[in-house]
């Protein structure tokens, strides 16, 4: 089955500082693709960043990487520069074929809090 | 360019009451996904369409629950009856095929009294 665990519950990290959301992940598919998600205090999901299971480079987007170690099954995000406004859920997520079914999966989050 | 529009933003009711939550996907995006979340469960998803047609629904909690997508631009998700422990925000979301990423409505705040 396809499983998503995300271990830091909360996060904490100083203005400017970069920090790193774990991301472990376990599927039998050799075909998936990693995402990232926000969910500020207001609620909406906001969509990240994306890694494909054959992608040969980490993903970035601005401020936002993802550490993509295969071997390891992790996908850990990786934001710099951490403004106010990073402070928010986050979650992971794998699609994978599961049984003829293309669906996302997600983590239980990590609460990440941006100290001034 | 609009995203997914959900509407209500918010409902309150009292148990017993059918409840219709609806959804508008961007345009040209050809998957609807229908998600539940809950402190206690997490995101969940309840029902994905592809060009319309229900792909997997497995994750719908029982028969009081029901998915319909007549037209590409337009999807509702009823319950009924409503229980107490329906409450909980309901997100829609589309993509432009299963496998791309998902842009999420802003939910509806579901409470059931």
């Known amino acids: 089955a396809q499983k998503i665990t995300q271990t830091q519950p909360g996060m904490f990290v100083q203005e400017k500082e970069a920090v790193t959301l774990d991301c472990t992940y376990d599927?039998?598919?050799?075909?998936?693709?990693l995402f990232w998600y926000k969910q500020p205090s207001s609620g909406e999901m906001i969509f990240l960043i994306y890694q494909g299971s054959y992608d040969q480079q980490n993903a970035t987007e601005g401020r936002y990487s993802l550490n993509f170690q295969k071997a390891r099954k992790s996908a850990n995000l990786v934001i710099s520069a951490s403004q106010l406004g990073d402070s928010a859920m986050y979650f992971c997520a794998m699609r994978a074929n599961q049984g003829g079914s293309e669906k996302l999966v997600f983590g239980k989050g990590t609460k990440l809090t941006v100290n001034p | 360019d609009a995203g997914v529009i959900q509407s209500p933003r918010h409902e309150v009711t009292e148990m017993g009451q059918e409840v219709t939550l609806r959804c508008k996907p961007i345009s040209g995006h050809n998957s609807l996904f229908w998600y539940r979340q809950t402190m206690m469960r997490g995101l969940e998803l309840l029902i994905y369409f592809n060009n319309n047609v229900p792909i997997d629904d497995s994750g719908m909690p029982e028969d009081r629950f029901s998915a319909k997508m007549p037209n590409a631009s337009f999807s509702t998700l009823k319950i009924q009856p409503s229980e107490p422990r329906d409450s909980a925000v309901y997100f829609c979301?589309?993509?432009?095929?299963?496998?791309?990423?998902?842009?999420f409505g802003d939910g509806t705040r579901l409470s059931i009294l």
């Open positions: 979301a589309s993509s432009l095929s299963s496998n791309q990423p998902q842009h």
């Open positions: 599927t039998s598919d050799p075909s998936y693709g």
